[in-house]
């Protein structure tokens, strides 16, 4: 289910973001040739720079998009973007990890474009065993939502099933910016974002098995923090700090998209 955050206002919209996927997912030294491959955009997304940079592309014929060679099991995925420059409105620059089938798990980040100067949205959303609606990780260092394990009260949590982690940039002008009324301005077209410094410190599923031992991860980096890391009180504060100022949707308060009552975590978490 997803929240909705406005980046700040003082950050141009050709910002540089670094955005971190710490989700209990060996390590990855991020070469984009070795680990990923581009999968759609007819040549508009491109492996640069001995393959130390990913670039893709938009135009009023089509997208692009790219998806990583490994599977993830748990881990700590970090990845640097940079987003459509400018006038931005209609695009969406999606960036997320996903399992296969109609009972999938799924973690996303989508910047939603804008007109020049104003501000991106992030929307992220988790699904759990298929099911979604769960709008609401860590961007440049700073947590923005935590989804706890909350099995225990029926709540499905995305934990077995291997993940692929996927990009593309798309023309989504019907939705994207301001619910739909401001339109993709063709005539800036090409849309270009960027990606660099890839790492995946996480567990790589081969085969039907985890690169990590049921008890003991196994890295080639120099830490498995992410393997035991929970959110410090100081985390928790910046967390709540960002929530306050920057997030324009929260489900868990949505009473009139869930009239029948909200769904289980969010009593849960107001009530914990």
Known sequence: MAPIYSSS???????????????????????????????????????????????????????????????????????????????????????????????????????????????????????GQGKGNREHFSVDGTPIREFKNSESIGVPYPKNQPMRIYSSLWNADDWATRGGLVKTDWTQAPFNASYRNFNADACIWSSGASSCSSNTPTSTSTSTDWYSQEIDSTSQERMKWVQKNYMIYNYCTDTERFPQGLPPECTAATTS
């Not at 997912?25 to 997304?45: E, H, K, P, Y």
């Not at 135009?59 to 998806?67: A, E, R």
């Not at 409105?89 to 296969?100: E, F, K, N, P, R």
């Open 9 to 127: 206002p003082a950050v141009p919209t050709a910002m540089h973001i670094s955005v971190v996927v710490s989700f209990l997912m060996a390590a990855s030294a991020g070469n984009f040739n070795q680990d990923f491959d581009i999968t759609w955009g007819d040549g508009r997304a491109k492996i640069l720079n001995s393959g130390e940079l990913l670039t893709l592309s938009l135009d009023k014929t089509s997208g692009s998009g790219f998806q990583s060679k490994n599977e993830y099991l748990f881990g700590k995925i970090d990845m640097q973007l940079k987003l459509v420059p400018g006038n931005s409105a209609g695009t969406v620059t999606a960036y997320y990890l996903s399992s296969q089938g109609p009972t999938h798990d799924e973690i996303d980040f989508e910047f939603l474009g804008n007109l020049s100067g104003d501000p991106y949205i992030l929307h992220t959303n988790v699904f």
